[in-house]
């Protein structure tokens, strides 16, 4: 089973600043890593998809870059509304994971 | 607008079994895979199970198989997770989850959950 590890738990940041998540793999995944949002009582959201594309939707300020084991999802200004959950996910191989999340909080 | 509706959850003991459903509309359900995926209170998220387009292949977490099964509907656009004998630690959010892979087979919709408590 491929772990990812997001670290810090937690990240404190004003309104306004950059802020950037990390996503460590236990190996490669290649490509093959989304980051999704979740706020306190609704589902998560997906943000990006392999490693750097936006969904749908999905405003500018946010972006994901990395390769291998190493992803990071940065969010270039922090709006009131980005203050949420942000998981990272793999789809390399079975089973499917996800990161333990990091929390974003002001 | 695509939609997933899950139903079913509730209060069960340990050792009963529960059925969820997933109702899909808003697009061509049999054209996607589909997914379970559960988050423990205050927890994060676990993927638990797959299922391809007509049904088979199936997939599952290693904390759920041989216990949960995973099926579908295509007639009647609706997605299940049989749940049986369930455990305190199964108690969570459950959500299905729609795999697309115009976006690199990511889940671009989830449904708003549906909650099971396994307690005695």
């Known amino acids: 089973e491929i772990v990812l590890t997001q670290s810090p738990a937690t990240l404190s940041f004003s309104p306004g600043e950059r802020a950037t998540l990390s996503c460590r793999a236990s190996q490669s995944i290649d490509n093959q890593l989304a980051w999704y949002q979740q706020k306190p009582g609704q589902p998560p959201r997906l943000l990006i998809y392999?490693?750097?594309n936006k969904a749908t939707g999905i405003p500018a300020r946010f972006s994901g870059r990395g390769s291998g084991t190493d992803f990071t999802l940065t969010i270039s200004t922090l709006e009131p509304e980005d203050f949420a959950v942000y998981y990272c996910q793999q789809r390399y191989s079975w089973p499917i994971t996800f990161g333990g999340g990091t929390k974003v909080e002001i | 607008e695509v939609q997933l509706v899950e139903s079913g959850g509730g209060l069960v003991q340990p050792g009963v079994s529960l059925r969820l459903s997933c109702a899909a509309s808003?697009?061509?359900?049999?054209?996607?895979?589909m997914m379970w995926v559960r988050q423990a209170p205050g927890k994060g998220l676990e993927w638990l199970s797959y299922i391809a387009y007509s049904g088979s292949p199936t997939m599952y977490a290693d904390s759920v198989n041989g216990r949960f099964t995973i099926s579908r509907d295509n007639a009647e656009n609706s997605l299940y997770l049989q749940m049986n004998s369930l455990r305190v630690e199964d108690t969570a959010v459950y959500y299905c989850a729609r795999r697309e892979w115009l976006a690199g087979g990511a889940f671009d919709y989830w449904g708003q959950g549906t909650l099971v408590t396994v307690s005695s």
């Open positions: 392999d490693v750097s």
């Open positions: 808003g697009f061509t359900f049999s054209s996607y895979e």
